[in-house]
T-cell receptor, first 114, second 112 residues
Framework: DAGVIQSPRHEVTEMGQEVTLRCKPI?????LFWYRQTMMRGLELLIY????????DSGMPEDRFSAKMPNASFSTLKIQPSEPRDSAVYFC????????????FGPGTRLTVL | GENVEQHPSTLSVQEGDSAVIKCTYS??????FPWYKQELGKRPQLIID?????GEKKDQRIAVTLNKTAKHFSLHITETQPEDSAVYFC???????????FGPGTRLSVLP
């Protein structure tokens, strides 16, 4: 298995633009997590899905952030409009069934908003 | 909700010495405690974990201890090597391993 796949790996955009981050979880995994990592705030859980259903989105910072999981093999995190303070590394992670605890992280997307 | 604290935030040790990182958690319902290692520019990766029915677990040079009564757990690395230099995150989660709460991280530097 190729592991969790994220795209793009790097994104540079201007303030006000829409940004879409993409994630493909490990095949067979039924939980998917979106994290944001910054020096100031560390690793923050934004939202997670179980069987494609959003379970907890309390970590989503603002209405500018939205996430979807239309099927078991694809998820998006969208920021509209983007702001400089959104600059961070965004990780997607996936996990198997409830008996399995380990989360497998993707390589991350480094987002820079100018 | 769960709150995880981690100390120290930075740690420097000489190669060959031991390193200890400590975490505390607040939710007594948490029963799974993983440790992730993140090398510079890389993704976090699980290095060891412990469940609430176990007090200690060891894997070669790495060990984790858990004190459920005091709600704290620790990572011990013996005979440190330069490749151990990284940021280490502890986390706590519930029985379903869904809502991970990570500590703020410890930057470990192993000096040659």
């Amino acid at each position: 298995d190729a592991g969790v796949i994220q795209s793009p790996r790097h994104e540079v955009t201007e303030m006000g633009q829409e940004v879409t981050l993409r994630c493909k979880p490990i095949s067979g995994h039924n939980s998917l997590f979106w994290y944001r990592q910054t020096m100031m705030r560390g690793l923050e859980l934004l939202i997670y899905f179980n069987n494609n259903v959003p379970i907890d989105d309390s970590g989503m910072p603002e209405d500018r952030f939205s996430a979807k999981m239309p099927n078991a093999s694809f998820s998006t995190l969208k920021i509209q409009p983007s702001e400089p303070r959104d600059s961070a590394v965004y990780f997607c992670a996936s996990k198997g069934d409830l008996a399995e605890r380990e989360q497998f992280f993707g390589p991350g997307t480094r987002l820079t908003v100018l | 909700g769960e709150n995880v604290e981690q100390h120290p935030s930075t740690l420097s040790v000489q190669e060959g010495d031991s390193a200890v990182i400590k975490c505390t958690y607040s939710d007594s319902a948490s029963n799974y405690f993983p440790w992730y290692k993140q090398e510079l520019g890389k993704r976090p990766q699980l290095i060891i974990d412990i469940r609430s029915n176990v007090g200690e677990k060891k894997d070669q040079r790495i060990a984790v201890t858990l004190n459920k009564t005091a709600k704290h757990f620790s990572l011990h690395i013996t005979e440190t090597q330069p490749e151990d230099s990284a940021v280490y995150f502890c986390a706590a989660t519930d029985n379903y391993g869904q809502n991970f709460v990570f500590g703020p991280g410890t930057r470990l530097s192993v000096l040659p």
